[in-house]
């Protein structure tokens, strides 16, 4: 029987946890990781980076607007949101790019829709697999243990692949099985095997194996850095680098959607900003503090940007373009793309885009992992060059 019938007559059979045993990686390996971080609900980035010297920011926003007094200090066009404080130190070390105006054609103001099309980085195209689920097909054509981690509650659609099976747990100490509507071809080579039993009892087997590797790695993990009130999952990750699994790609994000920041903004977007740069900045630090950082990039992304005018409840709706971050030591710190014009607004009064946002994949899958972006990504994927 072919693994893919059988795998079809289990309706829903997931696992919360990997499928396929974890294989220590070398501690020195100098292969190149990414961590994405989604910031899930659809960030504000205008009062992400303040364009303060822009009059028309204070007027399409006469309460939301933040005053320059209260900005971190950026330069002499922007200012950082006062809780970026973690972002701030990585600026000032030139660890930091930020892309401004990131989007794409004819942009949906659905979450579940515009998450897709950043999962995929296939906007309108419905492709079947994510853009790291495809990134890692193409960096490594033969199923390799461990490939992707994807940290959460569920897949996320970012890191399915056609070759690898992604490593998906929340607690790394309580793996278990969840049922599931989505088939997951979990083995696909070597195409038979010699019975259903057999091919169950390595799944089991593997995943035993796999549970057990990640528990030792948190087991054994010991922070050097403070990540903040809420971590974002960063230190599992660092867990798992440090414990030299040979995972590239890791996926994690906010969780509940909190960034859907429709009414009584300020003080909320404020406090959750806090969080993702701390956690961002403790993990940075603490990659840096066991000699891992010059391996490590992390990239932040959300659904779409917030409207440029605020509403009647003192927040902000759903938007369009948006900014991006890319943190790390590899990065050349700086702005990148053009900040979109506050004055003449597109349709529906949103921001129209400046910047492809596949540019920023494009980029970091051509010039860190070393894969072609054309060969993962249509659209536009010009490197924009903060990786040296």
Partial sequence: MRRRSLLQGLTGLTLLGPLVGVR????????????????????DGLNTVVPYADDNYYRLRPTLGIQKSSLLELDDQFGFNPGLQGMQALWQRDELALIHGCGYDNPTFSHFNAMAYWHTGAPHQGNEYGWMGRVADQMVAKRRENMLINV??????AVKSAVHTPVVFDDPMRFQRSGSTQMIDLLPTPDLVRSNRDFLLAVDASAQASSARIRQAWSDYRPQADYGVVPMDLPKVAACIDAGLPTQLYHVSVRNNAFDTHVQQAALHRRLLSYVSDAVHGFLTDLKAMGHDRRVVVMLHSEFGRRPKENANLGTDHGSANLMLVAGTPVAGGHYGASPS???????????????????????????LGVPAERVLSGDHSSLGFLG
């Fill in 24 to 43: 220590a990686g070398n501690r020195d390996d100098p292969a190149p990781i990414l961590v994405v971080l989604e910031m899930s609900g659809g960030n």
């Fill in 152 to 157: 959460g509650t569920s897949q996320s659609l």
């Fill in 342 to 368: 506050l004055e003449g607004l597109g349709g529906g009064d949103n921001l129209s885009y400046t910047t492809d946002f596949r540019r920023v994949y494009g980029t970091i899958i051509s010039d860190w």
